[in-house]
């Protein structure tokens, strides 16, 4: 199909396509450089007794088909919305960046194409990455929900999704530690969703570099959060104990975050060695490098000696409504909850935070957390 320059701004090309098998005449598009020769004939015969010469028809036949050109230029103009025209624009600005499936999939889900619009719009810095990740997210999971604003891919569901909503929206503790991931800190973003982890309650993967991997991508931290069917499960726990389960996970991504930053591998670990690990954080993250060197649960013992306090900080924000004051520390009862995915006792994974306890403190704590969860199992989130 031929068309005039001024309708490839305005239109997709589906939208060309059938306008154009509406404005024919013997099967010739208004638009083809043949239209008015296909018509002239038809004025020659009509008004012969006008005419000397077919030229003369043929002169006729241009100027009217100069008129229905911009007729047709006009309906069409307002016949297509101003969504369409922003997916379009999505298309051309991403048109290195996206196949065609993925292009055909924008124009056929105009919604998400205008959030990617508005998100491109807005951006203080080039935000191309982040919609193309947007694009291939949203095509293998329809349902779930991309936060353009703290550029997180969120695909929690029923429960696991309610207790997060409600954390962002209290919580400034949270909120603070998920701005890491806003388009001022481009190393890495956040993907949440639910999966059958056995006996785990939550896990975090750095990208990996497997070319095709969907769980880990380039540049994207994964958060996933136990859907099955056993103790361990979010449907099961407490919502506070979930609250905790994604504040600890978050801090985990968080330093992945900050080796990502420092790691020159293309935005994934893959082929990373211990030797490259430290190299990167010597003179960047000393605290990372200390324990990177010197524990091989290196982020868990540094989780339990210098970030429990700031879990608990969001748990207890969550729990009553109001932020822990930055002169006090939070109350006992989420100090104690916090030690859960914490407490390692034994061989090279052992928290000497913990270990050094009194065993009369562990066995307290090991009993608030029992009891707590005992006591508030299959919670459900409104």
């Known amino acids: 199909m031929i068309t005039p320059v001024e309708l490839r701004f305005y239109a997709t090309p589906d939208y060309l396509e059938t306008f154009a098998k509406s404005q024919r005449s013997g099967g010739v598009s208004i638009f083809d450089p043949q239209y008015p020769a296909s018509i002239a004939p038809n004025y020659y015969y009509l008004y012969q007794d006008q005419y000397d010469y077919h030229y003369e028809a043929l002169d006729h036949a241009e100027q009217v088909t100069e008129r229905l050109r911009a007729q047709a230029i006009e309906a069409l103009t307002n016949n297509v919305s101003t969504d369409e025209l922003k997916v379009q624009s999505v298309i051309n ?9 993925e292009a055909r ?3 056929s889900h105009i919604s998400q194409g205008v959030q990617i619009f508005d998100f491109l719009e807005n951006s203080q810095q080039s935000g191309e990455e982040f919609a193309k990740l947007a694009v291939s997210y949203w095509i293998i999971n329809p349902n779930a929900s991309v936060d353009f604003v703290e550029k997180i891919f969120n695909n929690l569901t029923g429960k696991a999704l309610c207790i997060y909503n409600d954390i962002e929206s209290l919580s400034t503790s949270f909120n603070n530690a998920i701005k890491k991931f806003e388009p001022e800190f481009p190393v890495a973003h956040l993907k949440f969703k639910m999966g059958d982890l056995g006996n785990t309650r939550a896990t975090t993967d750095a990208p990996d570099g497997v070319n095709g991997n969907n769980t880990s991508p380039d540049y994207v931290i994964t958060i996933t959060l136990n859907n099955n069917s056993n103790k361990h499960r979010v449907d099961y726990r407490p919502n506070l104990m979930t609250v905790k389960t994604i504040a600890h996970e978050v801090i985990h991504a968080e330093m992945y975050r ?10 994934n670990i893959s082929g990373v060695t211990r030797q490259d690990i430290l190299d990167a954080l010597d003179g960047n993250f000393p605290g990372m490098y200390d324990y990177f060197m010197r524990h091989k649960n290196w982020q868990h013992q540094q989780m339990a000696t210098h970030y429990r306090d700031a879990i608990a900080r969001i748990m207890q924000e969550y729990d009553t409504g109001y932020p ?3 002169n006090q520390q939070p109350s006992q009862l989420y100090m104690d909850l916090a030690w859960e995915g914490l407490i390692y006792e034994k061989g090279t994974n052992a928290i000497y935070t913990w270990t050094n306890l009194l065993q009369p ?3 307290r704590i090991k009993g608030v957390i029992s009891s707590y969860i005992d006591n508030n199992k299959n919670e459900n989130c409104n």
Not at 93 to 101: A, C, F, R
Not at 258 to 267: A, F, I, Q, T
């Open 93 to 101: 600005t991403l048109e290195y960046d996206i196949n065609s499936n």
């Open 105 to 107: 999939w924008l124009n």
């Open 258 to 267: 900050k080796l990502l930053s420092v790691l020159d591998n293309g935005g």
């Open 324 to 326: 822990v004051p930055n």
């Open 361 to 363: 403190e562990k066995d």
